[in-house]
Every structure is written in C-alpha cells, then in structure tokens.
C-alpha cells in the first residue's frame, strides 16, 4: 500500500467552480538573476513535479494564480529550483516568496494498482473485517518504514500501519478502508 507522493494534501482554498488542487510546497524566494525560484517541497522524495507542466501559486487566504511550469531543477534533498512563465526577475520572483505552490488534482500522474496519494484516503472509513468501525482517516504519514494512517473517532485515536498484512482492501471511490487488526492494534 505504498503512496506515490507523501507530500500531497488536499487545498481546499480553490473557488467553487475550480478542479481540486493539492498543496505540493511552498516558494522560499527568489533564486538568481533570472525569476527562478525556490521552491521547498512538502516531500522531499517526491519526483512528481517533473512531469507537470502548469502549477498554481498564491498565498493560502486567496485564488492562486496559474503559472506555465518551465524548468525544475533539484538543488538539496528539499529544495527545487523552478522557473514560471512570467517571472522573469528577481523582483518578480520575490514577490512570490511564501506563496503555496499546488496543483490540479487532475494533472498527476496516474499510479500503479495498490498506490495511493495520502490526500485520496482523507475522509475514508475505516472498518475491521468484522465489520466494526474503526473511525475516519484524518492524517496519512510516514514513519520512515511504512505508511500510517490516522484514524480517529471522537477522542479515540487508532495509528493503522499501511501494510499488507494489516490493511486488507482500499476503495477510494466507496470512501472505505478495511483492515485485519494484529493483536494490540485497537487497544
């Protein structure tokens, strides 16, 4: 039950009539003379970018704007450098600086059978194979090892490692999540 992306989270600031974008990072500033910019992803490991070719950047309390992606570079383990239609200088760049960077759910790449992003299992119920539930998945992340997801129901908080041996069905489009708990598990 690997995610393709660990960074992707659902940004719900779009308007109503716009198609659902995820937040993949933040614009740090400006980098060189020639408008690129910094970006810092959400994750780090994640080669999704690359195969894009618009984004939006804006602040988090307003519409992004839309950006023709030009060139992405990587510079460290968390920072790419970007290039946007548009922003040509230093100036241009700065005035980005801090701006979310997201994009259309739409545009990624479609993943292999059994792959999820994390922002597609927010929201699903989860059950036991016995039919109890469990509660909702409200958080997905990884612990370095595997993913977990973060099932709560009220104050009751369930930490569901994303594994074979524990997750036994994901169905995305019925919103539901079915798991076989190991001993320990729901204690």
């Known amino acids: 039950m690997d995610a393709a992306d660990r960074f992707l989270m659902l940004d719900t600031t779009g308007s109503a009539g716009s198609s659902a974008r995820v937040r993949i990072g933040y614009l740090a500033g400006a980098h060189g003379l020639k408008g690129a910019l910094r970006l810092r992803l959400d994750d780090p490991a994640s080669a999704t970018l690359a195969s894009l070719r618009r984004v939006f950047a804006g602040a988090a309390d307003a519409e992004p704007r839309e950006y023709r992606l ?5 510079l460290n383990r968390a920072t790419l450098r970007i290039a946007l239609e548009g922003i040509a200088t230093p100036a241009d760049a700065d ?5 979310i960077l997201s994009v259309a759910a739409e545009d990624l790449p479609a993943l292999e059978a059994g792959q ?3 922002f597609q299992a927010i929201g699903c119920e989860v059950a036991t194979v016995g039919g109890e539930r469990i509660g ?13 997801l973060v099932a709560r129901d009220g104050t009751r908080e369930i930490l569901i490692p994303a594994i ?9 489009e019925r919103r539901r999540i079915v798991i076989e708990p190991v001993p320990g598990l729901l204690d």
């Open 70 to 74: 030009t060139a992405v570079a990587r």
């Open 95 to 99: 005035a980005l600086r801090g701006a």
């Open 116 to 118: 999820f992003y994390y």
């Open 136 to 148: 909702v998945v409200e958080e997905v992340f990884s612990n370095g090892a595997h993913d977990v």
């Open 164 to 172: 074979a041996d524990i997750v036994r069905a994901i169905d995305l």
